[in-house]
């Protein structure tokens, strides 16, 4: 079962994020995960959300999911992001 990967994403440093955009980009693809908004114009319709930047995955399971976050080569990269961005992250199940 497809899974999806919802992320608000807060820069705090365009500059270092790029530079985590451009090491995060393979490491998605190697975890068979794919980009299906990565930022963008949007629109709230409804409620109080007011997210920043939005990004959202396709996985083909949460275990690949796992697997990227628990991948060594994303360590440093997702200390990067600790650092120069604040996220919100969730994980659904598709249909």
């Known amino acids: 079962m497809p899974v999806y990967k919802i992320v608000d994403v807060k820069v705090k440093d365009p500059a ?11 490491l998605i693809e ?11 114009d949007f629109e709230v319709v409804e409620g ?24 060594p080569e994303y360590r440093d990269l997702l ?3 600790h650092r120069v961005a604040e996220t919100s992250i969730v994980v659904v199940d598709g249909l």
């Open 16 to 26: 270092a994020y790029e530079e985590y955009k451009r090491g995060v980009a393979p």
């Open 30 to 40: 190697k975890n068979g995960g794919e980009y299906l908004v990565r930022g963008g």
């Open 48 to 71: 109080g959300w007011k997210p920043s930047r939005l990004v959202l995955f396709r996985f083909p399971d949460r275990d690949s999911v796992r697997a990227f976050y628990e991948d």
């Open 79 to 81: 200390a990067l992001r």
